[in-house]
């Protein structure tokens, strides 16, 4: 199973959409095997968007990723990046289709309420960033002969 990290923006924060959101990737499966609110530092967000720096609209992103907290997830299954990916639809909210995160809780191309890594090598490297040793936890949900046949494990 694959390990991926979403990041639930400030603007999901302050809106009060957290649970709303979440419940999304729990209806459909997926686990949730590390959670935890931060405030991104300079540091981390240069580091984060290093692909950004360089364009006119990086002080932009970074002013609306540190506006206040973020809830950054470690979520765990089958194709779980790919399924995520789904999920959260198209980075602007204005042109995500209804019934993804973005298509319905989103009208802006910045403050699109969620991050999610884009392939399974940046799952890696972003799990690293924001999370430290332990702090993902590994157990096997009672659930899963309920989510997966046993051929798809």
Known sequence: MQV???ILKPSAVQRGILGEVISRFEKK???IVGMKMVRLSDETLAEHYAHLLHKPFYGRIKDSMQAGPCIVMA???VDVVNIV???TGV??????LPGT???D?????QENIVHASDSLETA???LKRFFNPGEIVDDSPHLIPFLYAPDEL
């Open 85 to 87: 990916r789904k999920l």
């Open 91 to 96: 980075t602007n909210g204005r042109e995500a």
């Open 29 to 31: 499966g997926i686990q």
């Open 4 to 6: 991926t990290l979403v």
């Open 124 to 126: 890696e490297i972003e």
């Open 75 to 77: 979520l765990k299954g």
């Open 105 to 109: 809780y989103s009208m802006s191309v």
């Open 101 to 103: 995160i973005r298509g």
